[in-house]
């Protein structure tokens, strides 16, 4: 049974850093893709950014550039290291790892990721 359970949220000024972390527990497919996806009050949900198993990463134009994604398997940790911080940014954010191999590895594709997080919010003022 795969867990991931996401840390590092809170609350943060407009033009401050934060750094989201996910830990991964139970088995998964070597051959895996992870990403972050954040859902504002309202709003649909939005896919941030993607890492695959080779290390191809990907990102939502509204995050380039501000945001990395990274990955320590040892550790069966992702990251998100946030920057630049704005109040658009305000959001829950989840990891979520994909379960349909049918799709490529990217945030435009939040269907393919069958395991998700609870979930850690983010508030940008």
């Known amino acids: 049974h795969v867990q991931l359970v996401e840390s590092g949220g809170g609350s943060v000024q407009a033009g401050g850093p934060l750094r989201l972390s996910c830990v991964r527990s139970g088995a998964i497919s070597n051959n895996y893709c992870v990403g972050w996806f954040r859902q504002a009050p309202g709003k649909a949900r939005e896919g941030v950014a993607s890492?695959?198993?080779?290390?191809?990463?990907s990102y939502a134009d509204s995050v380039k550039g501000r945001f990395t994604i990274s990955r320590d398997n040892s550790k069966n940790t992702l990251y998100l290291q946030m920057t630049s911080l704005q109040p658009e940014d305000t959001a829950t954010y989840y990891c979520a790892a994909r379960t349909k191999f049918g799709y490529s590895c990217s945030p435009r594709y939040p269907m393919a990721f069958g395991y998700w997080g609870q979930g850690t919010q983010v508030t940008v003022s």
């Open positions: 890492i695959d198993s080779d290390g191809t990463i």
